[in-house]
């Protein structure tokens, strides 16, 4: 069984079960004990038997017995010169040795449990360790509902599966414990019934097999659905309005029933699974009643029935084992795949940020940087497909920076990079005279305010969303930056004022009102690097105004880079870089720009004549 892992994969089972090692080694244990209490019981039984068909006269040679080649004398007790004595002895035996059995088994539940839960919270936390440090380009490629559905279901199954590993263990212990006292009470019968078990496992395996590949092909299509339906979700407002519920229904229906048709696949094997261990165990009980009736003498055996009849009840018992084995191993080829798809998430490489997660908040400081650099700077998405070429440029603090251009010319590249949302191919970045590297970076990174055309808003009030980086800001540090943001007066007029909620992804208010909460948030950040990506595109002239007149006023110690839409909101810039195929084609000011009538000079023609005709 164990050649369907790879030694990768044994490794991170080992990790996970090594760090539970005392707590797992506590459920072995009491597994061990318990089969040892299961054979007490079964010498218990023995005498109880006995006692009930001696007469007195025979109590003495009763209370000398042989039990597995051991001798015990109990003569010289006198509780026990009575059958009712010996009895009552053995009765209050099994009793103790239940109560025992009942408090050993709720432990071992309860350990269990512990163990399981404790599974499934370190397996999420590597896995939201190891999507934290990817870079942004991991994300631009996966499917954010494969990553759900690895996160939430796809673990469950995953600790689910390293908990089997643990009781898979606890009845090969407990298999063998009852074989080794079965071959002491009947070597013969037990031999037959080891022989048969084995065989039953051999043929068995070949729907192990088969349930390998379905539960790979349901893992698959359960995660195909669960993308489709985190899809809709995210569409629901282009669905709405394009009238399309009926198409999506049809293909979600699709969907649907790919993942039912392997589901049903994978409950008839399991189904198939539990037949055949039952005929198995009905097959074995016809075997041991035909070996006993060929080859052992039924009066030799019935002149024992204690013996006869702690064989039957350890019988019972190793089956139970037994199968319990088997439904382990079931489980264990049956989640397989979801093992195999956590597995190769969390055996990937770390990517750049894995140190991130470990970075002490207390200590992150502020940059006030006289100038930021970038020196020799390409990157691209591919060999062939450069949207920066070798780009070198400096911003200094207290002056209010533009980048301008058409779309794709690399505005929000260049914005990407310095954010170190992207990492350039080539060249460097500076902070002063000091190159940004490991020494530096958290820092850097803790210094910057961040925000594109499309902030994220979350299903929280508008006091949440705006204490997003600063969640101890009161709120009249709120209301500085909502007016700042020129975002007072609607967050006045909600209904819950900053209580109201925002809805999923800021639906329950429009475009320039998400734009301007997020500005507030940025505002309130009071980052002193700020990077601001088309973030008042959504926005009148008079509101955009309004917040580029409230930024000259707060930005004499910042360094402020924006990528803008209206030029003519930028007239009073510091410094205009004009961006064309990924190269900086002209800087200087609005006046200098105009005056040598180059590219941005035509931009700015074309675009006053669009508002003209607007």
Known sequence: MWSIFTSAELRTLWGYLHNKLIQTLAILGLSFLLAFIEGGKAVALIGLIKSLVATDKDMKTLLTFTVFKHHFDFTGFQVFSTRMGLMGFMFVVVLVMTILTAVITLTNVWLSSIVQLSLKRDVRESMIKKVFSFDIEYFNQARSGDILFLQQAETNRFSNLIQMFIE??????????????????????????????IIFFILHSKIDSKMKYFGGQLSITESNLFHFVHQIIYGIKMIKIGGLEQREL?????????????????????????????????????????????FIDLKTLLSNPGQFLAYLFLLMRSLSAAGGLQRARTAIFSAYAPLSRVMKLLNQPDGPDKDK???????????YLKKLSLQNVSFGYSEDKKTLNNVTIDFEAGKLNALVGFSGSGKSTLLDILSIIRRPNIGLINLDDNL??????????????????????????????????KPNATDEDIWKALDMAAASEFVRKMPNGLDTGLGERGVTISGGERQRIGLARVFLQDAPILLLDEATNAL???????????????????????????????????KIIVMRNGNIAEIGTHDQLMEIKGFYYALYIIQNQFAGNE
């Open 357 to 367: 997660i470990n970075e002490d908040e207390s200590k992150k400081q502020h940059l």
């Open 436 to 469: 940004l590297d490991n020494n530096n970076l958290t820092n850097y990174r803790y210094s910057i305010g961040y925000m594109n055309q499309d902030p994220i808003i979350f299903h929280e009030s508008v006091r949440t969303n705006i204490k997003y980086y």
């Open 250 to 294: 049809f293909q979600f229906l699709k969907e649907h029933d790919k993942q039912e048709k392997f589901a049903i696949k994978m409950g008839v094997l399991i189904g198939v699974s539990r037949v055949s261990q039952d005929i198995g165990i009905s097959l074995l009980m016809f075997t041991a009643v035909l070996f006993l009736n060929t």
């Open 540 to 574: 009148d002239y008079a509101t955009e105004y309004q917040v580029y007149f409230n930024l000259k006023k707060s930005h004499s110690n910042k360094i402020i880079i924006m990528a803008a839409h209206r030029l003519s909101a930028i007239k009073d810039f510091d």
């Open 168 to 197: 898979l263990i606890t009845f090969c212990i407990q298999s063998i414990i009852y074989f080794v006292m079965l071959f002491y009470l009947f070597w013969g019968l037990t031999i037959i019934v080891l022989i048969s078990a």
